[in-house]
């Protein structure tokens, strides 16, 4: 019996990604160009649904808790005519965690640090990030290992096909476990048909695939 299929949708721009600082579990909302690329996102749905013959209504909408995966989503919902509400919020699909790298304090405001800033900070940490870059967890965060287990975790709920709302961290992990093979030489997470991600080169935009899955094993 095939599995349910993902389209899976980054979030649109923030300012925090024009300004390339780590967002990771911050609530950094929408900008206006993400908001349109999120309008951008629905219409290819749309496209990708009347090629399907299927219908908007027949799919499950999950989002990522953070504002800017639960924007998207709404205005995903709105553009294909659904009400813009009428979605799961779901905690494993947040993004990854960066901990102290998310941000510092300066007199009271939080902002983000830029990877050059964390370099100067913590210069003997990235160099340990780059001799492990899945296995590394940032002090008080995650690793991409960890973000696997918990996708892989949510996925094994998901029973009906489904457009999802959530991160480039996370899709990293469904890359990483499209690509990691099993005993039996299968994919343990999910498949890929067509072109698949492309993460790399303008990491602000979201991007929309669909993802035929497989059980997990392991």
């Known amino acids: 019996m095939p599995r349910p299929v993902i389209y899976y949708v980054r979030h649109g721009l923030t300012d925090w990604n024009v300004q390339q600082r780590l967002q990771g579990r911050h609530d950094v909302p929408l900008n206006a160009v993400g908001c349109a690329q999120a309008v951008c996102c629905a219409e290819i749905l749309q496209g990708l649904f009347r090629r399907d013959d299927k219908t908007p209504e027949s799919f499950n909408y999950v989002s990522s808790p953070l504002v800017r995966a639960r924007k998207t989503m709404e205005i995903v919902r709105a553009t294909l005519g659904l009400e813009p509400a009428g979605y799961t919020v779901e905690a494993r699909l947040a993004e990854i965690a960066f901990g102290k790298w998310e941000g510092l304090t300066y007199f009271g405001k939080w902002e983000g640090l830029t ?74 997470l999910f498949h890929r048909p067509g072109r698949g991600l492309r993460l790399r080169g303008k990491p602000a935009r979201p991007l929309c695939m669909r993802a035929h899955l497989a059980a997990a094993s392991g």
Do not use: C
């Open 115 to 188: 990877y050059s800033e964390v370099m100067a900070r913590d210069e003997h940490i990235v160099a340990e990030r780059e001799s492990d870059k899945w296995g590394f967890t940032p002090p008080g965060g995650e690793s991409y290992a960890q973000v696997t287990i918990r996708i892989r975790q949510w996925y094994e709920t998901v029973d009906k096909d489904t457009v999802v709302t959530a991160h480039g961290g996370t899709a990293r992990a469904f890359d990483r476990a499209s690509r990691a093979r099993t005993a039996t030489g299968r994919h343990p």
